[in-house]
């Protein structure tokens, strides 16, 4: 998961100016899942699939409403934190996809099967994420949340589009507002 290797290493200099523990791994996890729509991306190339798929969007979110509580999340801040978590992941999607057409062709890598060896992959990663976002939620409001995300999205050996879908994943992580 190069994704993870990257946020990982550029989190060191996010930890210098005391972000919390707690931000790292959920950090990493929203890489870990935006590496995934390299797979998706593929899945979606092979089977001419658009990328939108509303049904299963609208599924991901109802699941994360439903599983908030019990992580003591509410099922609002699941909803939206898991709604950018989507459109991140879209972001790289539509990406890779304009990529291969440009190209020509996808590459030659393994196609995991969507149904039954991503989405279970997906899903798993929703319940650890839930976990993370309620081990960070009380420092979502706290005034130097948005400069601790920025530091670990914005560096200069992050891939330009890592950068951007990251941005899109936290872009409201933290709910301080001056």
């Not at 523990?21 to 658009?50: G, M």
């Not at 994360?64 to 934190?81: G, I, L, N």
């Not at 060896?117 to 420092?139: C, T």
Request: proline fraction near 9%; hydrophobic fraction near 40%.
């Amino acid at each position: 998961m190069k994704h993870r290797l990257v946020l990982a290493l550029l989190f060191a200099s996010a930890t210098a100016s005391a972000a919390p523990p707690t931000l790292e791994p959920l950090l990493n996890s929203i890489a870990e899942r935006l590496s995934i729509a390299d797979q998706v991306a593929l899945s979606k190339w092979d089977s001419h699939k658009t990328v939108e798929d509303r049904p299963r969007e609208q599924a991901v979110i109802a699941s994360a409403r439903a599983q908030a509580p019990d992580y003591k999340v509410s099922p609002e801040a699941a909803e939206q934190f898991f709604s950018a978590q989507i459109e991140a992941n879209k972001l790289v999607q539509y990406t890779r996809l304009s990529d291969w057409q440009f190209k020509g062709k996808a590459p030659d890598t393994p196609r995991p099967d969507l149904t039954g060896k991503i989405r279970p992959q997906l899903d798993q990663l929703q319940k650890r994420m839930l976990q993370q976002l309620a081990d960070f939620g009380p420092e979502r409001s706290n005034p130097q949340c948005p400069h601790w995300v920025a530091l670990a999205v914005h560096q200069p050996l992050n891939d330009p589009l890592v950068q951007i879908a990251m941005t899109r994943a936290t872009a409201e992580l933290c709910v301080y507002t001056p």
